[in-house]
């Protein structure tokens, strides 16, 4: 049988104080993630060596900077916006083929980007062109976040934890995408 000190409580603790500033939102998450890691260090739970060499996923952060980055300029390009108005020039104003365009656009899209994000930027588009054809939104925002799902975890940028796990498997992004496909 395993036995716990009051390191591991105090971990625990931390832990806990940490996802409740983060569940109370009257702190910038990643101030109590900061603080919360800070304080494991500072108690020395965690030597700084032992949190910067086996903790951090530097692969994971880079690839979160660097589509923060890309989504940033993509936003502002208006690519989405043109997409957007791409596939009610396909559809034709049809629901069901709209609904099938603008899933496919948002599951390609989760490919390459944080799933999340791409729902993110297409939402607010499908609703004003659902609203814009009188039909509600529902479905297809429902089809969109499905799709988005299977593309963001066909790719290895398509989510955080797939970096992780490409990282740790040693894969390459094309051995990701065929084993995952």
């Known amino acids: 049988m395993m036995e716990f000190n009051s390191s591991f409580y105090f971990s625990i603790f931390i832990f806990l104080l940490t996802y409740a500033g983060i569940m109370s939102e009257r702190i910038p998450r990643s101030l109590c993630a900061l603080l919360g890691a800070g ?36 936003k502002k390009s208006g690519f989405f916006e043109a997409m957007a108005l791409w596939s009610v020039k396909i559809s034709k104003g049809r629901p069901k083929e709209l609904l099938i365009i603008l899933g496919l656009i948002t599951g390609f899209c989760a490919s390459f980007m944080d799933a999340v994000t791409a729902v993110l930027l297409i939402t607010p588009m499908t609703i004003s062109l659902c609203r814009r054809i009188h039909v509600t939104p529902i479905p297809t925002l429902i089809a969109e976040i499905l799709l988005s799902n299977i593309g963001g975890s066909g790719t290895m940028v398509g989510d955080p934890p797939n970096v992780m796990i490409g990282s740790a498997t040693h894969l390459v992004f094309n051995d990701f995408a065929m ?3």
Not at 45 to 55: D, G
């Open 179 to 181: 084993n995952t496909g």
């Open 39 to 74: 304080l494991v260090v500072y108690s020395g739970l965690v030597t700084q060596e032992m949190a910067l060499r086996r903790f951090i996923d530097f692969n994971t952060i880079g690839l979160l900077a660097g589509m923060m980055i890309l989504i940033g300029v993509v």
